[in-house]
């Protein structure tokens, strides 16, 4: 957590693969999209879809940016609390706020710092409801992966692959 | 004569009854509209449809306040509900969703979303439209909003869902914890309910908050300890300034009457002249409350506040009238007189007709009634005074000494008028010289408290409802006209928003298209055939195959028939109070519709002086579109009052100063009277202004008032000055003297002590005339003593 507290900016590209049970029969959807994660301290997010299609979603502070097809919309982070859950997971991590990541989740570490788990579960069990669990992935200070286990068996996994600066 | 006096008693009492009757009877009134222009610029009607306006002056802002953060989420939801059961109000909100209203809603939406949808248009149903809206829906499973699309992927693959959802995005909301609204500051829940009763139905704007808080009071021991309740908003102002006008009014009536009382007594020293000198007053009070009544249909508390000094202007007509009628009997009196009580009258009069005439309608009514009350108190002294005691009030009381004591001081400050004078253009140099202290605000004339202002704005903050600074005001003959005069003002600002000058911008048409919008989005929904065909081609090769999407094809084509939808239509739902605050119907029939679209500025553009004209630039050549800039305009709503008022203050002064001249027929003599009068009123103003307040309107009416009273006190001593130099003093004269000199006195104990009870007042408006009236009153009756000088002579 400390040595995650000292990173200051990053880049990365991410792949995202994610399996989405429509219904009762069939195998899941698999959908898969990449493109670049950037965070730099003490508060800005963004993550740029590039491919299938271009999306950017862009957290500052608590302002929530999601642009779209030439469209954007802002909103305030905190008032989507969805929203809240996948963008602290991740920012919390990154910036090593234990406060945050304990005021939201109940947060379990596991491994060492070559190759740590941290599992969040959101305390809120109306956002248990739709999103049941994350499991941050990492070596030392940088985040590797984002597992995200929704209440309906719908999954996402997010590889991270760090950029050299 | 005793038939003539019966007649003058039965003719008064008669009028008397009639006006309690309609007193009685008369509305009483407290809000602030009062104090607004009657004849707006477009800017300020807009303002004022803003404060008037049923949906905004509906609101509740709620607070809950204390304990633990889940106890406030649990109070927050059970007090929501059982305000909604209460039926006492249109929606409440708390940031709860998919309650019944909500689902409702959701549903009504869903069905007419290819009518509602910002994506819909012909290209959105051909192959490419419709592979980008289906790719986008995909790229959302998988998250939680995906959660919401899933149930209803395949009835909207193109997500017209989220892209409605996505165009009523607040810019910015409020915090949600525990699934309810929270401060992001305080420990406190948040929610708005919107009253069914109307704004100005204060009476039940009353009953709705008693009834906010009689379910707090049952709910908080339920959801946790600690737990305090915070309310406000239009109608919680509304009622609280009532009730504290009120109580002011009552407070003030009570204690002038009481210092009457006293004074009275200390002046005849028995109770019947105190029922005597009370006659003029109530008479008074009532003429006052009439008048205003009937000439402008309402009456305001202010009014009513400001009115109780007219008790004690009116009560000096009895007490000059009593204490002078002793010696001369009542023809004697209204011989010797009685011209100076009508010259004393008539410049109360000038003074106040400058008020009676102001565009604003509080301003008007204080001269109204001032105008009304005087008269009916001078008559009262006049006519039936004399037929009730025809030789005055046989009580001594105190008025020998007092008398006495008058005369030493009056006799010794004529030796002051030097110092006196350089003291009184040293204060007019200093007032030169420092920066203007007429910095009063609309603002200031309102009763309610700083706190209650924080609590308001601080609920405010929390809620992301902060009052707007800018508006975008649109006025149209109808509602689908000025829905659609909102969405062709929407399109030039969204490219505002582009540029980066604008955050964004909230407009009725994002809640609700306009019928031709709608209409068009119709007219370009395909047939079955051409659909599936398209979509067959869309998803070739997708993870969706068409065969799965026969309800989506069928839904379009029940839509194609779908009726437009109408602000009629949404009423009662969770989107009404929003949007009847944005598309404001007119109050009467006739009057145009008005869009209200409030703009975000980004910060970099709110700080650049070159963003506003680019504001108005863009939005140039709209119909009846205008932008309205909130506190600007509300300065110059208050800058135009202060103007208007400075005029009417100087025409009254100057009616003053010609009555005088007619009356005195001597330049020396007007010199002489005018003198005091200018000196006190430029000391007062040294002395407010070096109290470093800001002065307002109501400053400037107590200093027309300093004139108006001060005048009777300079007429006086120049009525001594040059009566004396003529007659040689007997003893009779010199009793009579004495007495006019106690009676001075009285008459102005009694106007400074009804101003100085005003300037410990509540109520801004009312303290600022009592703070300037109570000392300028005082120091008009010493200037006067010491600038006119009368000769000394034994006895006195």
Known sequence: ?165 | MRRAAAWTLAIWLALMALAGLIAARASYVADLSAFLPSAPTPGQRVLMEQLRNGATARVLLIGVRGGEPAARAEASRRLAARLRESGAFDAVHNGETGGPQQQALGRLLFERRYLLSPAVDAARFQPEGLRAGIDETLSLLGTPAGAMIKPILMRDPTGETVRMAEAMLPAVAPRVEDGVWVSRREPRALLVATTRADGDDLDAQAAAQQQVRAAFAAVAPQAGPGLQLELSGPGVFAVESRALIHAEVDRLAKAGGAVMLVLLLIAFGRPQALLLAALPVGAGVLAGIVAVDLLTGTVHGLTLGFGTTLIGEAVDYGIYYLIQARALGAAGWRRQHWPTVRLGLLTSLAGFAALAFSGFAGLAQLGLFSISGLVAATLTTRFVLPVLAPQGSPGLGLRGPLGRATGRIAGALPRLARPLALLAAGAALWLALQPSPWRGTLAALSPVPAEAMALDASLREDLGAAEAGVLVAIEAPDEAQALQRAEQAGARLEALVQAGVLAGYDSPAQRLPSPSAQLARRAALPEAAALRQALAQATAGGPLPAGSLQAFVDDVQAQRRAPVLTRADLAGTPLASALDAQLVAPRQTGAPWTALLSLRMTPAAAADPAAAPRLDQALAGLPDTRVVRIQPELDAIYAGYLTQARWQAGLGALAVVALLAWHLRSGRRLARVLWPLAASGVLVLAGLTASGQPLGVLHLVGLLLVVAVGSNYALFFDHLAATSGTAPADGDDAQAETDLLASLLMANLTTVASFALLATAQVPALAAVGQTVAPGALLALLLSAAFVRVPRRAGV
């Open chain 1, 1 to 165: 957590m400390a040595r995650l507290a000292q990173v200051r900016a990053g880049e990365a590209t991410f792949v995202e693969r994610r399996e989405v049970f429509q219904n009762e029969r069939g195998s899941p959807l698999a959908l898969e999209s990449s493109g670049r994660l950037s965070f730099a301290a003490p508060d800005t997010f963004v993550r740029e879809t590039l491919r299938p299609r271009q999306e950017r979603l862009a957290v500052q502070g608590n302002q929530l940016t999601m642009s779209q097809g030439g469209r954007s919309r802002t909103t305030t982070l905190d008032s989507v609390p969805e929203a809240v859950v996948i963008v602290e997971a991740i920012r919390g991590t990154l910036t090593g706020n234990r406060e945050l990541l304990e005021r939201l989740f109940v947060p379990r570490l596991s491994g060492e710092a070559a190759r740590w788990t941290l599992e969040l579960v959101p305390r809120d069990a109306r956002l248990r409801g739709q999103v049941a669990q994350l499991r941050i992935l990492g070596a030392q200070a940088q985040l590797r992966e984002v597992q995200m286990t929704m209440s309906d068996g719908d999954r996402t996994q997010l590889r991270i692959e760090p950029v050299a600066p």
